[in-house]
């Protein structure tokens, strides 16, 4: 019930942008039923919807909220891709990783007008290499490491509006909590206001210190629901999802810099469906040993892949996916468009990933 509904968790395979960078979505249209245009997690699911007195007119009225969000309260993915070549260096580079999120309601109002939620993230990405950064001359890490603990709060007013923050404190490197240095401090809020019988605005303000562009970031989009088959986030960040028939889906999804995640599914049933996706992802860590304290180490590469997913028993779900990587690249920046050192360009190739989700 109210527990799906609320535990919303930011999920990204290994290699994507950190969990703090992806603007969640507490949609109060429903809550508990997973965003489409995330790949690994999506899944038609019918959820209960978040309790709430009706409006005046009796008639139940859609909601905006912020694109990009995953709302399992449980997620487990793991991702691998093979050694190929790092340019300039006959050593060849492989990457792989697990990460893990949850999300739990600690206090929920008795009218299930608001609740607040413990979220906690756990990713560790491991390159298997024996080269080294060409301008500092260390070691490319074997681990990279991101763990965060903090809360969020969801609230709907008696107006139709609805309100929300999220607050999370963690670390973001090769040595986790080795320096205050590395310590990473996220906020967003967001404030959904009806427009119309359909449509609603959405606002938003978002910092993250890993996200690629570290500076409180403004959102505004309106959200354009013409018919139950299309939905649309025009702004930024931006979203759209086309469902033209039962079977077949279309979802985009767009957030500054260079967040792009395309994808069209096709339903086989009730329990399988498989689909296609574009993605340009991008992971950033501080190293302990940076000479200049305002450097990032970025992790990027574009994605194109094929996989399936199959609904469990219990409320879990799994998803199997492949995908050709390439524009591949490690650098060192004070931020992802400065100038860049330590680049290291490596050779396309395959990756495969598997996820585990629960949900109410």
Not at 339 to 350: H, Q, T, Y
Request: with cysteine.
């Amino acid at each position: 019930m109210l527990l799906a509904a609320a535990c919303v968790a930011t999920s990204a395979v290994v290699g994507a942008e950190p969990p703090a960078a992806t603007i969640i979505q507490p949609d109060s249209r429903q809550l508990g039923e997973p965003e489409p245009t995330q790949a690994f997690w999506a899944e038609p699911d019918a959820q209960e919807e978040l309790p709430r007195r009706e409006p005046a007119s009796g008639s139940r009225r859609p909601r905006g909220g912020t694109p990009g969000t995953e709302r399992s309260p449980v997620r487990i993915a793991t991702t691998w891709m093979p050694g190929r070549q790092v340019q300039g260096q006959a050593r060849d580079l492989a990457l792989g990783g697990v990460r893990a999120n949850l999300a739990l309601p600690i206090r929920i109002a008795p009218d299930g007008r608001w609740i607040w939620l413990a979220t906690s993230g756990f990713e560790y990405l491991r390159i298997d290499t024996d080269a080294i950064l060409p301008d500092s001359q260390l070691a490319v890490p074997g681990e990279l490491w991101k763990l965060d603990f903090g809360t969020m709060h969801l609230r709907e007013f008696d107006n139709g509006w609805s309100a929300g923050g999220l607050f999370t404190v963690g670390t973001a490197s090769d040595r986790p909590f080795a320096d205050l240095r590395d310590l990473t401090l996220t906020s967003l809020a967001f404030l959904n206001v009806p427009s119309g019988p359909r449509d609603a605005w959405n606002f938003s303000l978002f910092y993250s210190p890993t996200s690629q562009l570290p500076f409180p970031l403004p959102g505004a989009a309106y959200v354009w629901r013409p018919s139950e088959s299309f939905t649309a986030h025009l702004g930024v960040p931006f979203s759209l999802r086309y469902r033209p028939t039962e079977a077949w889906t279309l979802t985009a999804d767009y957030r500054p810099l260079t967040a792009v995640d395309v994808r069209v599914s096709r339903a086989l049933g009730n329990e399988w469906s498989l689909y296609a996706r574009f993605q340009i992802e991008n992971e950033t860590y501080w190293l302990a040993e940076r000479t200049n304290s305002k450097d990032r180490l970025y992790v990027f590469d574009q994605r194109a892949g094929l996989g399936f997913e199959r609904k469990l028993p219990a409320g879990f779900g799994l998803d199997v996916s492949a995908a050709y990587v390439f524009d591949r690249s490690l650098f060192q920046a004070e931020s992802f468009s400065a100038e860049r050192s330590d680049v290291l360009n490596i050779a396309p190739g395959a990756g495969v990933s598997l996820s585990l989700r629960w949900s109410r």
